[in-house]
């Protein structure tokens, strides 16, 4: 069985901070590098960070480098944001790192976790 559950999200101010986390269920989560991503109504899907398998190696998005966090323990996956602006506003899911072709092919996601972020 595998299952993603995204938690954490909410409704801030511009320069507030948020802290998501995605508990996973399966092996294929725990033995892959994991990303998070974002998603707004009418547009793709997001890669917004992504954590190697064991934990050394992470990658940014340029939109959030230098504000956003992720790590992770054991089934959880995390991702500290910090200075939140407007445009971070979207849907929060994780999932393992997808390329830019096959991100939005179908396979299972969580429900996601809404991140709002007003100025």
């Known amino acids: 069985q595998v299952q993603l559950v995204e938690s954490g999200g909410g409704s801030v101010l511009a320069g507030e901070s948020l802290r998501l986390s995605c508990a996973t269920t399966?092996?294929?989560?725990?033995?892959?590098?994991m990303a998070w991503y974002r998603q707004v109504p009418k547009k793709r899907r997001e890669l917004v960070a992504e954590?190697?398998?064991?934990?050394?190696s992470t990658h940014y998005g340029d939109s959030v480098k230098g504000r956003f966090i992720i790590s992770r323990d054991k089934n959880l996956v995390n991702l500290e944001m910090n200075n939140l602006q407007p445009e971070d506003t979207a849907t929060y899911y994780c999932?393992?790192?997808?390329?830019?072709?096959?991100?939005?092919?179908?396979?299972?996601w969580g429900q996601g976790t809404r991140v709002t972020v007003s100025s």
């Open positions: 999932n393992v790192v997808l390329s830019e072709e096959t991100i939005d092919w179908p396979r299972y």
């Open positions: 954590i190697s398998a064991n934990g050394s």
């Open positions: 399966g092996k294929i989560f725990a033995s892959n590098a």
